[in-house]
């Protein structure tokens, strides 16, 4: 059981637009910055976002992150095969003095 | 070019150590908090460890704390784990993890490609 919250899986067509919800609380999103990686099978984690919504030079700006309250949304526009992935939310717990993930959602590209 | 490589997985027995090493390049290592970040086969991921760069500050999870220690050695560029009274449920690939930014930020930035640890008899 993960301390934050994502849905298992999102799926959609080329060319489509998709969310994917991470919800935690106050001691972790609600006070701490937001990050989102991109897990491509069988390789190790990249950061798409950081600091709720800034993205890393090279990443493209169909990736988008925002934050309200204890929820963060990572966006995803332009949907194409190669975003075919797992996608993690990441933060650090302030209560738990513990870095914490969302159990990850796995994006289909139909 | 930020790089990061780990080493020292295996297959070890319920109950014995193994130390994982990350050998880091490209970047002012000491400048640099530095996280172990682990995943079990076909699982999600799970926070292990933080170190600050001057080791100053260190966490752990739940799950390895009393278990785990986290070290690092500035002057070789290197960041450890060494794993004691290892559990079945510890069995997965290790990444070594550097934070966003320099001082005590607990966002990661840079990922190592991995190590594998089995525990298994």
């Known amino acids: 059981q993960s301390v934050l919250t994502q849905p298992p899986s999102v799926s959609a067509a080329p060319g489509q637009k998709i969310t994917i919800s991470c919800s935690g609380s106050?001691?972790?999103?609600?006070?701490?910055?937001v990050s989102w990686y991109q897990q491509l099978p069988g390789t190790a984690p990249k950061l798409l976002i950081y600091?709720?919504?800034k993205r890393p030079s090279g990443i493209p700006d169909r990736f988008s992150g925002s934050k309200s309250g204890t929820s963060a949304t990572l966006g995803i526009t332009g949907l194409q095969t190669g975003d075919e992935a797992d996608y993690y939310c990441?933060?650090?717990?302030?209560?738990?003095?513990?870095?914490?993930f969302g159990g990850g959602t796995k994006l289909t590209v139909l | 070019e930020v790089e990061l490589v780990e080493s020292g997985g295996g297959l070890v027995q319920p109950g014995e150590s193994l130390r994982l090493s990350c050998a880091a390049s490209?970047?002012?290592?000491?400048?640099?908090?530095m996280n172990w970040v682990r995943q079990a086969p076909g699982k999600g991921l799970e926070w292990v460890s933080y170190?600050?760069?001057?080791?100053?500050?260190?966490y752990y999870a739940d799950s390895v704390k009393g278990r785990f220690i986290i070290s690092r050695d500035n002057a070789k560029n290197s960041l450890y784990l060494q794993m004691n009274s290892l559990r079945d449920e510890d069995t997965a690939v290790y990444y070594c993890?550097?934070?966003?930014?320099?001082?005590?930020?607990?966002?990661?930035?840079?990922w190592g490609q991995g190590t594998l640890v089995t525990v298994s008899s």
């Open positions: 993890a550097r934070a966003l930014r320099v001082g005590t930020t607990k966002q990661i930035d840079y």
């Open positions: 490209g970047f002012t290592f000491s400048s640099y908090s």
């Open positions: 170190i600050t760069g001057s080791s100053s500050s260190i």
């Open positions: 106050s001691s972790n999103i609600g006070n701490n910055y």
């Open positions: 600091d709720n919504n």
């Open positions: 990441g933060t650090w717990d302030s209560s738990l003095s513990a870095g914490v």
